[in-house]
């Protein structure tokens, strides 16, 4: 069993057995559990304790759970926690209402165990993740004041060395970011204040009377030849990035700004590293973390193609695109035959790597890198073909049928076949406008999915062109 750091799972159901049942299962899975049997119950709860997430029905007397969410996400104190919708609705209309008012996910009832803690574990690291980013994106405006600090400095040095020796040697060694001053030609260190100092891990009197050489700071030891180069002809160098070498051999990361002074008519090189380490480790963090916020919310966890957060998010996407194109869009949503007797024979383990199959299967029959294979819900599954006329859509729904057959995965409790097979249903329009709904097109293969249903399973049916209003 997974060890977890005791998530608090925030229940919401007026059904004690649904209740029971779900509750039992998520502590069997380390998860602390809270109950509310309605919504006014949740949202009093919700005053007092804050849950990492919220699994809330839809469906209840009173304040119903489209009611609830929108109360949640209405207030700052809860607006952050994910509620997934539990129900037993089916339409389309009203799964997209619930994620309109904020919930970032659906469980079909009857809850299938399997595919409810795994949507539970995706969206309770989403919400890590999102918290680590907001982390790394605040140390980064730290830094970046930073940054700015150490130009006021910079400028500070540069007028306090003009004015007077003495209040430039003491703003200059008060300064809180490196600065140093070599001679020019030999680049002999002359001073050095103790910020240089912890940042090279060298003491004052290692440094006086050294160079970067003698002491192997470059990591690059042409680096410095660079430098004077650019400043004899450009006069200064403004947060050029380098490398350090410190006196334990450790790399660091600096932005070197320099300036040739004169002084008492030798010329000087007034040099401020600027330690960019953990400001570039705080990056590559950000970067791991947006990367992987990406993979959790496009790809689906048990098939690893796109998820339905994906699909709907392209097809809105393709939808707008073609319409202005006056170009074809078609729909095909794919249904496994008769796949709960399947799972009930062979056990949901055996159905997980079946529908991993399957979602390999429709990649293979894709024709363009624009086609889009995702996981609608359960056992179905959803192939977005842009540029696609109808005819051309059902060759592709032929294929699928096909390759489903040829794969001839055993499924002995099917009415129709000896192996698993798939129903289709396909439908295809030139948007109108940006403004026309998509979710014309995703009812007209809802119904073509069921007519092909109708029609003996095993084989695809094409809905006529949908009304675009």
């Not at 300036?259 to 380490?277: A, C, F, H, K, S």
Request: net charge negative; charged share 25%; hydrophobic share 35%.
């Amino acid at each position: 069993m997974e060890n977890r750091q005791q998530e608090l799972i925030l229940i919401v159901d007026d059904n004690p057995t649904n209740i029971k049942v779900l509750s039992d299962f998520l502590k069997d899975f380390g998860f602390k559990v809270l109950i509310a049997k309605d919504g006014e119950s949740c949202l009093h709860k919700l005053e007092k304790i804050k849950p990492d997430l919220i699994l809330l029905d839809v469906m209840m007397p009173g304040v119903d759970g489209f009611e609830t969410c929108r109360r949640i996400k209405a207030l700052d104190s809860t607006k952050d926690i994910p509620v997934i919708f539990m129900t037993a609705l089916t339409d389309p209309v009203d799964k997209l209402k619930g994620f309109t008012l904020g919930a970032v996910d659906y469980i079909t009832k009857p809850l299938q165990h399997e595919e409810a803690i795994a949507r539970v574990n995706v969206h309770l690291k989403l919400r890590s993740l999102t918290k680590q980013l907001e982390q790394q994106n605040h140390l980064l405006e730290e830094k970046n004041q930073l940054l700015q600090e150490e130009i006021r400095y910079r400028k500070l040095a540069e007028s306090a060395f003009r004015l007077s020796e003495e209040k430039f040697s003491k703003a200059f060694r008060c300064s809180p970011h490196p600065l140093t001053i070599s001679t020019l030609a030999e680049g002999r260190y002359i001073e050095v204040n103790e910020s240089f100092c912890r940042l090279t891990g060298y003491s004052f009197d290692e440094v006086i009377g050294k160079t970067a050489d003698d002491l192997d700071f470059w990591v690059n030891p042409d680096d410095r030849q660079r430098v004077v180069q650019q400043l004899q002809s450009e006069g200064t160098i403004r947060n050029q990035e380098f490398n350090y070498r410190t006196k334990l051999g450790t790399i660091r990361t600096v932005l070197l700004s320099a300036e040739i002074l004169e002084y008492d008519g030798q010329d000087y090189l007034l040099t401020i590293p600027n330690d960019i380490t953990d400001r570039k480790q705080a990056k590559a963090v950000v970067q791991r973390a947006t990367e992987e916020l990406e993979r959790i919310t496009t790809i689906d966890d048990l098939t690893q193609i796109a998820n339905r957060r994906r699909f709907e998010e392209y097809l809105g996407q393709q939808w707008g695109k073609l319409g202005r194109e006056q170009a074809p869009l078609s729909f095909i949503l794919c249904d496994v035959d008769y796949f709960k007797h399947y799972n009930d024979t062979y056990g949901y383990e055996a159905g997980n790597d079946c529908l991993k199959v399957i979602a390999q299967a429709l990649l293979q029959t894709t024709r363009s890198p624009a086609d889009l294979v995702a996981r609608y819900g359960g056992e179905e599954f959803a192939v977005v073909l842009p540029h696609t006329n109808s005819s051309e859509a059902s060759q592709v729904a032929e294929a699928i049928c096909s390759f489903i057959q040829q794969l001839q995965i055993p499924h002995s409790q099917s009415n129709v076949s000896e192996f698993v097979t798939l129903s289709l249903g396909v439908s295809s329009v030139v948007p109108s406008s940006e403004s026309c709904p998509a979710e014309a097109l995703m009812s007209a293969s809802i119904r073509a999915l069921s007519q092909a249903k109708q029609r003996g399973r095993d084989t695809y049916s094409l809905h006529p062109e949908p009304q675009l209003a």
